[in-house]
């Protein structure tokens, strides 16, 4: 490599590949000056570095202060510049494609179905490959070597073999695009989708919502004569897709979303986001769905847990409920009097204990024995008509009628 020519080809990268000309120099003498430290013996502390004059193109190597000179230097060192010039090429070239492709993260492109590598499709996009996992592809669409095929940037991520392009087929936004690209309403920003939830190679149900009232959102994504999502569906390889109205009203909304059943009732728990909803008999299985398919996407869709009930199974459960509350009161009144009755029996074990002390002491807090025994007696004098002897015996007798129970129970 002539010396001129060297430099006309660092000028050409600045311009060609946008490297800064200051750094392919840098990078010359960086290689050179390792080359010729390897190839003369040199003290080990002794620095050893390589100059480009940038009027000539000619390189010097040194040693210290001392000029380097060799017979072979010329040789070594054209190598060397030649195999840095084509590093920085193909680097650049990655950085290229790197940074074409990062700002298509969120966008659709288009490209040839390459090869399959361990369930994994690559894809020939012309300045680079990238490849579709399984996880991201649709289980119910086959696609053969040189088919075209559309899809989903997700990520694009620096490599040693140059960028790795991620793409999706499955990932619901891969849907929104298609709609974006299709509907000019939404491109537009008149129409806008609110929320998607998608059974991948099955069925997508989307919520759009109009900002213009002259303007119906389910008929612009629709189409003429169902032009537009046709599109999509064909695209999708027949994946069914339920184009939903979008309501504010969270009763609409969910009405909407389990199209085509038809409701009867819905009741709202707000706090908790949740939703019963009761249809008649012959809607029940039309509003699961296949496989419980379609609930399942119309709670993804309105964010709310919904659980469905036809009348009969609605009617049942009330009566149930009605029974076990009925049943859970009468328990916690027998429980409630057991207590009470526990308690009286407690506190007129007690020897010296009327009833006018019994009723001072349940109002003062001590309505069991294992609270009077926890008590002091200066806490108990406080009660009117109770001295310092009767309330020591009464916390004697307390702590004898805990004893005796508890050797009951043991025994």
């Given at each position: 490599m002539e010396s001129t020519e060297l430099?006309?080809?660092?000028?050409?990268?600045?311009?060609d590949k946008g490297i800064d000309k200051k750094i392919l120099i840098e990078a010359v003498e960086s290689a050179v000056a390792t080359a010729a430290k390897k190839?003369?013996?040199?003290?080990?502390?002794?620095?050893v570095r390589a100059v480009l004059d940038i009027k000539t193109g000619r390189i010097t190597a040194y040693a210290g202060t001392q000029e380097i000179r060799s017979s072979e230097f010329g040789r070594i060192a054209a190598q060397t510049a030649k195999q840095v010039v084509i590093q920085k090429i193909r680097e650049a070239e990655k950085d290229v494609v790197f940074n074409e492709?990062?700002?298509?993260i969120g966008e659709i492109i288009a490209g040839g179905v390459y090869r399959f590598e361990r369930g994994n499709i690559i894809v020939d996009l012309g300045k680079a490959e990238a490849y579709i996992p399984k996880k991201e592809q649709s289980p119910k669409e086959e696609f053969r070597q040189g088919d075209r095929i559309r899809a989903y940037v997700l990520d694009v991520k620096r490599d040693s073999k140059g960028p790795q392009i991620l793409l999706s087929r499955a990932n619901p936004n891969f849907v929104r695009k298609l709609f974006q690209l299709e509907v000019p309403e939404i491109y537009e920003g008149i129409v806008e989708i609110k929320a998607i939830a998608r059974d991948v190679g099955e069925?997508?149900?989307?919520?759009?919502?109009?900002?213009?009232?002259?303007?119906?959102?389910?008929?612009a994504c629709v189409g003429m004569r169902g032009s537009r999502v046709k599109n999509i569906v064909s695209e999708l390889q027949g994946e069914k897709i339920d184009i939903v109205?979008?309501?504010?009203?969270?009763?609409?909304y969910i009405q909407a979303a389990l199209s085509p059943a038809e409701i009867s009732q819905i009741q709202l728990n707000y706090d908790e986001k949740k939703a019963?909803?009761?249809v008649a008999d012959d809607q029940l299985s039309l509003a699961i769905g296949k496989h419980g398919q379609n609930v399942r996407l119309a709670s993804q869709l309105v964010s709310w847990e919904?659980?469905?009930?036809?009348?009969?199974q609605w009617k049942q459960l009330q009566e149930q409920a009605g029974v076990e509350e009925t049943a859970q009161a009468a328990e916690e009144e027998k429980k409630k009097t057991t207590e009470q009755q526990s308690s009286d029996r407690d506190l007129t074990a007690l020897t010296g204990v009327g009833e006018k002390i019994m009723v001072q002491l349940k109002a003062a807090g001590f309505d069991a024995l294992e609270k009077i025994v926890a008590a002091d007696v200066e806490t108990l004098t406080r009660i009117k008509g109770l001295g310092d002897v009767k309330a020591k015996k009464i916390i004697k007798d307390a702590k004898s009628l805990l004893n005796s129970s508890k050797k009951e129970e043991k025994e």
């Open positions: 430099l006309t080809i660092l000028e050409q990268l600045e311009r190839l003369w013996t040199v003290d080990k502390n002794e620095e492709y990062q700002i298509r069925r997508t149900k989307i919520a759009v919502y109009s900002k213009d009232e002259k303007v119906d959102c389910v008929g109205r979008y309501s504010s009203d969270i009763k609409e019963n909803i009761i919904l659980d469905l009930f036809s009348f009969d």
